[in-house]
Structure formats: structure tokens, C-alpha cells
């Protein structure tokens, strides 16, 4: 579905990604992990059309699109719920959902996709009303992601879903993305929570400095000596 190849990417004179390639198979979810400052952000933007890669490629669905916009991108399928939530905060839960339907295959469907996204998140529906600024951090995060799907993408990138979130509703955060998967939406992940992103996806790599260091199904990777001991602390 996404394939990233030989990618290079710049800020001003600072070389930021080296020579990044992977896959995302269909249906599957991918995480990217590694410490702060690794490129994680970084490749995310690229993929999304908010930085312009110096050298290679990108192809979701066949085509190249690191040549394109970002709201290009959307169109496309591909949807990035980032880091920090960046909602709409003056606005109600409902207006937030509303524009992420802003693509028009998505406006015409956004009466089904709402009713779908309140199914998924029912606090949403009891809150539709409220301003954004009124919700906890959990509820906030779940709007977050719930405008992220009312693109209807076929790609999702969630970056950081459980940044700042109590234990209980990083549970939650998971269960909901499993389930993503199991609706035949693609996940694109970049999380901190190394244990619980290895124990909920199906294959992943690890940036170090800018560059792939490892890569493999995520059963590979917990019992890779290199991640206990630098991820897991074990």
C-alpha cells in the first residue's frame, strides 16, 4: 500500500532522514519507533505532503505522491492524525468531526461516517455539543483521531496516540486501533509506548539518528537483544 525508498530529507543545512526505505502491506498496522529526535516526525511529514523529501520516493496505491500537496494526499486516502491533537478548540466535538469531511467523496458521505465514528467513540456522541477545550485528554485524543477518519481513509498515520493519556486510556487508545485494523484500515503508527505498540502491530522498524537500524515483524523485534535493552529497559 505505501512504499518509501531511498528517502532523504533536509532541514535548512541539517540532514534529518538518511536513505529511509519500507513497505506498509494492506491491512496490517506498522509502527515506527525509536527515541526523540530520530526522524520520526519528520518521515511522517514527508509522507503527508508537509515536507518536500531532497531524493526519493514515495508511492501510496501505486502512485508517487512526494511531488504532491498535502490535501492531494487526502484525497488520496491517506489521512495523518498528528501528534498534539491540534483540534479545533473553539469549535463543538461535531464541527472538529465535520471538517475532517472535507474532501467532497467524504462530504457526502460524512451523515454515515459520523453515525461510524460515534460508534467507534460513543463519548463523542455525548459530547458533540461541547466545545473541544472542554473535553479531558483522552476524550481530545479520541476526537483527534475520529476527525482523522471521517476522510474515510484507506491509510491512517497516528503519531503519539498515547502522549499524555493515563494508563487506563492508553489501553483504550490500542484497542481502538486494533480495531481499526480489523475494519481493513491500514495503520501507519509512531508511538513512545514501545511495549504496548510491539505488542499491538504487525511488523515494524526502528530510526536511530535518522536511519533505519532495524526492521522485522514485531515478535523479531521484542526479542531482539539490542530492543530490550535500549527500548524495553529489560
Not at 155 to 174: K, M, Q, T, W, Y
Not at 213 to 234: F, P
Request: aromatic share 6%; hydrophobic share 40%; glycine share 8%.
Amino acid at each position: 500500500m505505501l512504499e518509501v525508498s531511498n528517502l532523504n530529507a533536509f532541514y535548512g543545512n541539517i540532514h534529518v532522514l538518511w536513505d529511509i526505505s519500507f513497505t506498509v502491506k494492506e491491512a496490517e498496522i506498522f509502527a515506527l519507533i525509536g527515541a526523540n529526535g530520530a526522524g520520526k516526525s519528520t518521515l511522517l511529514r514527508a509522507i503527508s505532503g508537509l515536507l518536500l523529501p531532497a531524493s526519493g520516493t514515495i508511492t501510496f496505491l501505486g502512485q508517487r505522491i512526494d511531488h504532491l500537496s498535502s490535501n492531494e494526499i487526502v484525497e488520496l486516502g491517506l489521512s495523518h492524525i498528528p501528534e498534539g491533537r491540534k483540534l479545533f478548540t473553539e469549535m463543538s466535538v461535531r464541527e472538529n468531526l465535520e471538517m475532517g469531511a472535507y474532501t467532497k467523496p467524504a462530504w457526502v458521505q460524512k451523515a454515515e461516517t459520523l453515525k461510524w465514528v460515534y460508534e467507534i467513540f460513543p463519548i463523542l456522541k455525548e459530547r458533540e455539543k461541547q466545545l473541544a477545550s472542554t473535553l479531558s485528554g483522552g476524550e481530545q485524543q479520541m476526537l483527534a483521531m475520529g476527525r482523522g477518519l471521517m476522510s474515510r481513509p484507506k491509510l491512517c498515520i497516528i503519531d503519539e496516540p498515547s502522549n499524555g493519556l493515563a494508563p487506563r486510556l492508553v489501553l483504550e487508545v490500542f484497542k481502538v486501533i486494533k480495531s481499526l485494523r480489523d475494519q481493513d484500515i491500514t495503520i501507519l503508527l509512531v508511538e513512545q509506548n514501545v511495549k504496548h505498540t510491539l505488542e499491538t502491530a504487525d511488523r515494524a522498524c526502528v530510526l536511530e539518528n535518522g536511519r533505519l537500524a532495524l526492521d522485522g515483524t514485531c515478535q523479531q523485534l521484542l526479542d531482539s537483544e539490542h530492543i530490550r535493552k535500549a527500548y524495553l529497559g529489560l
